[in-house]
């Protein structure tokens, strides 16, 4: 697999190694069953990223909270404020 960054970059391929590690992606999605077409796995991984992954990972602009979590924290200080 090709490189995601600069050779002797402290970053090389970090972005790519945290989102193909096995743990997430192979693990709950790939590993726990058969496709019968390229079209459905695709879809799985696609209904993983965004219904899963994106909305519940950690982000550091968001002080290290998922979205849904920041989303959620952001609705009760405002509630709170009314």
């Known amino acids: 697999m090709p490189s995601m960054g600069s050779v002797s970059d402290t970053c090389d391929n970090a972005m790519a190694e945290r989102f193909f590690a096995p743990p997430p992606l192979e693990r709950e999605v790939l590993n726990r069953r058969r496709f019968k077409t390229q079209a459905e796995a695709r879809m799985a991984v696609f209904e993983w990223i965004e219904g899963w992954y994106n909305p519940h990972r950690r982000h550091s602009a968001l002080g290290y ?3 849904v979590n920041y989303e959620r924290k952001l ?8």
Request: hydrophobic letters at 35%; charged letters at 20%; glycine letters at 0%.
């Open 65 to 67: 909270l998922s979205p």
């Open 75 to 82: 609705l009760t200080t405002e509630n709170e404020a009314a």
